[in-house]
């Protein structure tokens, strides 16, 4: 069992849609939850990360974990084609990053 | 700010032959890794340095994979001989310190023929 599971996806959604991405994960250690998001040919980018169980907002982006369930998800609001893109959840125990496989999301106009 | 530099940006060797990346991270950050992001994968950590010391290489297959940051700044991984199964994005990332902060560079995209 691989300690990261990720939707493989792909998805595609129109313009204006909510866009939902999930993990799920096995390691109790892990202490931070991390999205990026990763444009072709790009290197990925942090997009936002939190440490507690709950919700976190940032602009149309909304990242929770449920450590309960070792659950983690990424909402993306009113969806625009720029947000078209693969977008990978990360999780951190010590210094230590592991990525789940990727979501490739495309939004069409 | 500068990000992290790579190159080159794409090569393609047949197998067996030997070929080298190089990074240099951002300035002033002491943490740098090398990931390995095949194809549909999410990237793998192959080798953690914390200035010019290893952290972490335990995912590095030392048999054909070396990397070096000697003056605790830029760094170089290199493969020899290549394999097939090498062909990826080789991704180097910065921090100033743990994970959390982690740059990443745009990435050498290899293939092995």
């Known amino acids: 069992q691989k300690e990261v599971e990720q939707d493989p996806g792909p998805l595609s959604v129109p313009e204006g849609a909510i866009v939902s991405l999930n993990c799920t994960y096995s390691?109790?250690?892990?202490?931070?939850f991390m999205w990026y998001r990763q444009y072709s040919r790009k290197g990925p980018e942090l997009l936002m990360y939190?440490?507690?169980?709950g919700n976190k907002e940032d602009g149309r982006f909304t990242a929770q974990v449920d450590k309960s369930s070792k659950y983690i998800s990424l909402f993306i609001r009113d969806s625009q084609p720029s947000d078209s893109a693969t977008y990978l959840c990360a999780m951190s125990s010590d210094y230590k990053l592991s990525f789940g496989a990727g979501t490739t999301v495309t939004v069409r106009a | 700010e500068a990000g992290v530099a790579q190159s080159p940006r794409y090569k393609i060797i047949e197998k067996r032959q030997s070929v080298a990346f190089w990074c240099n991270p951002i300035?002033?950050?002491?943490?740098l890794y090398w990931y390995q992001q095949i194809l549909g994968q999410g990237p793998k950590l192959l080798i953690q340095f914390q200035n010019n010391g290893v952290v972490d290489d335990s995912q590095l297959p030392k048999d054909r994979f070396s990397a070096e940051r000697l003056k605790g700044v830029d760094s170089t991984l290199k493969i020899q001989p290549a394999k097939l199964e090498d062909s990826a994005v080789y991704l180097c990332a910065s921090s100033l310190g743990g994970s959390l902060g982690q740059f990443f560079g745009p990435g050498t995209r290899l293939t092995v023929l």
């Open positions: 390691n109790s250690a892990f202490q931070y």
């Open positions: 939190t440490y507690s169980s």
């Open positions: 300035s002033g950050h002491a943490t």
